[in-house]
């Protein structure tokens, strides 16, 4: 069984900074892939960020340039810095990884999301 456990949501003005935090736990081979996406109230869950195992990142085009993802692998953690934040930011975010729990198996694990709220 793996687990991803967030951290680092809450409430800011338009123009402030949150960092969020996301470490897996639990039965883990190989993480393929971390990341973010975000759902608003009334919207569909969307990609904010990922990166995988090879360092490749994905940014949205709403977030390029104010949301930086990155990991620290030995930790099994995944931050996204979040820059300039918007009243349009303001969404659950939760954290999403693809991990292989043994040699051939694997699975895509969610988080329990964490609010974020940005006020103008």
């Known amino acids: 069984q793996v687990q991803l456990v967030e951290s680092g949501g809450g409430s800011v003005q338009a123009g402030g900074s949150l960092t969020l935090s996301c470490v897996a736990s639990g039965n883990i081979f190989r993480i393929v892939a971390q990341g973010w996406y975000r759902q608003a109230p009334g919207a569909q869950r969307e990609l904010v960020s990922t990166?995988?195992?090879?360092?490749?990142?994905d940014y949205a085009d709403s977030v390029k340039g104010r949301f930086t993802i990155s990991r620290v692998n030995a930790e099994n953690t995944v931050y996204l810095q979040m820059n300039d934040l918007k009243p349009e930011d303001t969404a659950v975010y939760y954290c999403n990884a693809r991990i292989y729990y043994d040699a051939r198996g694997w699975g895509e694990y969610w988080g329990q999301g964490t609010q974020v709220t940005v006020s103008s």
């Open positions: 990166i995988n195992a090879g360092g490749g990142i």
